[in-house]
């Protein structure tokens, strides 16, 4: 059964300082693996995809990278604004579902 | 506008009730799933859809139902048989299914109470 795992929990930062977000997964047999934003009491929103085949994706000042022989994947927020307080959620997609993690939830202090 | 609607945003239950959940898509997709999310935990699969008229059980099935007779619908009903239905609900759809699936597309999520 595959086990994700999201550390940390919880990180506080001030505003300005990158984010470094930990994804780890237990089996390396994956299609891709995704980030998702969720505020508060809302749905999930799709930020990166990275497939299996791939190392890292980019979009703005995301990036996600993706090591599925060590089963990780880091997401880095550069140059954080308040705006990007959320939980992130990491998941990864075996056969036909999704995996996830119990997310971060960052919070980005002004 | 495509996108995931789900209704009602909340949803009170009393003990004993039958309720449904409802799930619309206009994106044409072919997969569309139920996820359970409880706080501190990760998203957990109910009850997956790769087709119309096919539904298959999740990972968390016991005491939900689901049907999926139009493409664009698949409500999730929850029964009495649901020991703690309380939880924070999603709906999402995809293009395809295993490894042809893109990414998920969530709904905003229906939020259920049991008085």
């Known amino acids: 059964k595959q086990e994700v795992t999201q550390i940390p929990a919880a990180l506080s930062v001030p505003e300005g300082e990158n984010l470094v977000l930990n994804c780890s997964f237990t089996?390396?047999?994956?299609?891709?693996l995704q980030w998702f934003r969720q505020d508060p009491g809302k749905g999930l929103t799709s930020l990166l995809l990275?497939?299996?085949?791939?190392r890292e994706q980019t979009s703005g000042r995301l990036n996600a990278s993706l090591d599925k022989s060590s089963g990780r994947s880091t997401l880095y927020i550069a140059a954080s604004q308040p705006g990007d307080s959320a939980t992130y959620l990491c998941?990864?997609?075996?056969?036909?579902?999704?995996?996830f993690g119990a997310g971060t939830t960052v919070t980005v202090r002004a | 506008d495509g996108g995931i609607t789900q209704s009602p945003k909340y949803l009170f239950r009393k003990e004993g009730q039958n309720v449904t959940l409802s799930c619309e898509q206009n994106?044409?997709?072919?997969?569309m799933y139920w996820y359970r999310q409880d706080p501190g935990q990760g998203l957990r699969l109910i009850y997956y859809?790769?087709?119309?008229?096919?539904?298959q059980k999740g990972d968390i099935a016991e005491g939900y139902s689901v049907s999926r007779e139009k493409k664009e619908s698949f409500p999730l009903t929850v029964t009495s048989a649901q020991k703690n239905p309380t939880a924070f609900y999603l709906c999402?759809?995809?293009?395809?299914?295993?490894?042809?699936?893109?990414?998920?597309?969530f709904g905003p999520g229906t939020r259920l109470t049991v008085l």
């Open positions: 998941a990864v997609s075996n056969d036909y579902k999704l995996s």
């Open positions: 994106l044409n997709h072919d997969a």
């Open positions: 089996d390396s047999a994956i299609y891709n």
């Open positions: 999402a759809s995809s293009i395809g299914w295993g490894e042809a699936a893109d990414t998920q597309y």
């Open positions: 859809s790769q087709i119309v008229n096919d539904f």
């Open positions: 990275i497939q299996s085949s791939q």
